[in-house]
């Protein structure tokens, strides 16, 4: 992990290429399984069919983008994965805005529903207001914590072969010393 760290520190953009791909791979299987739903469940109201239509095809697409950018450009893959992103939480706010006016309606409460929406709306708005700042800022955070956790075990692995070591001499000084085991 301490080289993995490294690495990202040291080229951010690749390393993001490959980690955004990855992730949008897990995008268009989220998409295709949203749509397999929609026929899946005929008895689904036509809002919220619709609603998972849009979400699913909105992660279809930016699966796909991610993934071509990732291929012809690598260098302008993190300001544009920030945008979609943003596309994608404020997709994702007016679908959940929308289950929770027909639920609402319903008489069915969901309180978190609504703070998800909110939070979706607020992450949406910030991505879109700082997108080169939030880009950075993220890679350095998540550089540095895989730094950090990298020295961590590496520095715990060290320790546990040097305790072990320890263990070993003062487990065979004492069968040395042990009294009544006498060579002849």
Known sequence: MLFIGIYMILCPSTFMAVTLSVFSVYMLFDGIRGIVSIFRFRNMSNGI??????????????????????????????????????????????????????????????????????????????????????????????AALICAAGAVSVTCGVFSILMQR???TIIRKNEEVLPGHYDE
């Not at 279809?60 to 300001?79: E, K, M, N, Q, Y």
């Not at 920030?82 to 289950?99: C, K, M, P, S, T």
């Open 49 to 142: 069919r619709s609603a998972v239509l849009a979400k699913s095809i909105a992660a279809i697409g930016a699966g796909v983008t991610i993934i071509a950018i990732s291929i012809a450009r690598p260098d302008i893959l993190i300001p544009v994965f920030v945008y979609i992103a943003g596309a994608v939480f404020l997709i994702a706010g007016i679908v959940n805005l929308a289950d929770f006016i027909i639920l609402s309606r319903s008489g069915i409460r969901f309180g978190y529903l609504g703070v998800e929406v909110v939070l979706l709306f607020l992450l949406a708005i910030l991505l879109f207001l700082f997108p080169v700042f939030i880009g950075s800022s993220i890679i350095a955070v998540f």
């Open 166 to 168: 320890r263990i070993r």
